[in-house]
């Protein structure tokens, strides 16, 4: 099945599920669907390869409007990870569905009835799974309880297959703007968390992002929920 078949397949049952909750699509490497609604922005994807059979696809991804607009205050031409491909659609991801295990992830899709079993899957998904950890997750003091849960186990907010927050080092950002705006009680428990990585001597690039943060967007930040 050459590639623009399994694409036209795929979104002929995708965009009419998503489409009529509202959804909004954009094109780039793929198909995007995202939903802003009440600050938040949910966001899916499907990706389809010229070279491989297989379909690219991400798990629930939300974006919480008032972490990103305030972590953009740090960034600029130089800022070590760029933004994410919706940057002036939508703002870049708060939260992943890191522990999400793909049951398709690099399997070859090459027929209808292969297409079929997919978007069933990848529909189920979204209206399963996926739709619990979105409702679950727009509300702002379960991502930071999840957070200490992951720190608390050993591992960072970001961690591989098991972490919550989207992004590398700037993870880090957002989980200490999440911390302030929830009133935190633990809030300079997490910088002293974070310092010690900033400071380590290994992410110079990341310090004076870091610093910026501390000095000119944490104080500003007005508490939004008390956990």
């Not at 070279?51 to 972490?67: C, L, M």
């Not at 998904?125 to 619990?132: C, K, L, P, Q, V």
């Not at 968390?193 to 870091?210: H, S, V």
Request: some cysteine; glycine content about 6%.
């Amino acid at each position: 099945m050459e590639r623009a078949e399994r694409q036209r397949l795929t979104l002929e049952r995708i965009d009419p599920v998503l489409k009529a909750k509202g959804y909004k699509t954009r094109k780039a490497d793929g198909m995007w669907y995202y939903l802003p609604q009440d600050g938040i922005t949910v966001t899916w994807s499907l990706g389809f390869q010229k070279k491989y059979s297989f379909i690219n696809f991400r798990a629930a991804r939300i974006t919480h409007d008032e972490v990103e607009l305030l972590l953009q205050r740090v960034a600029d031409e130089d800022y070590p990870f760029p933004w994410d491909i919706h940057r002036g659609t939508i703002l870049t991801t708060t939260v992943r569905h890191h522990s999400f295990i793909p049951k398709y992830h690099l399997v070859a899709i090459d027929t209808e009835e292969e297409v079929e079993e997919f978007c069933d899957w990848y529909l189920g998904y979204i209206n399963g799974e996926g739709a619990d950890f979105v409702q679950y997750y727009s509300y702002l003091p379960n991502v930071l309880k999840r957070m200490d849960e992951l720190v608390e186990a050993g591992f960072t907010w970001q961690y591989p297959d098991k972490g919550i927050l989207s992004g590398t080092l700037d993870a880090r950002f957002r989980g200490l703007i999440i911390s302030k705006l929830c009133n935190d009680p633990n809030f300079e428990r997490k910088i002293a968390w974070c310092d010690e990585r900033f400071y380590d001597g290994t992410n110079d690039k990341w310090l004076p992002y870091y610093e910026k943060l501390k000095a000119e967007v944490l104080p500003t930040i007005e508490p939004q929920y008390n956990i």
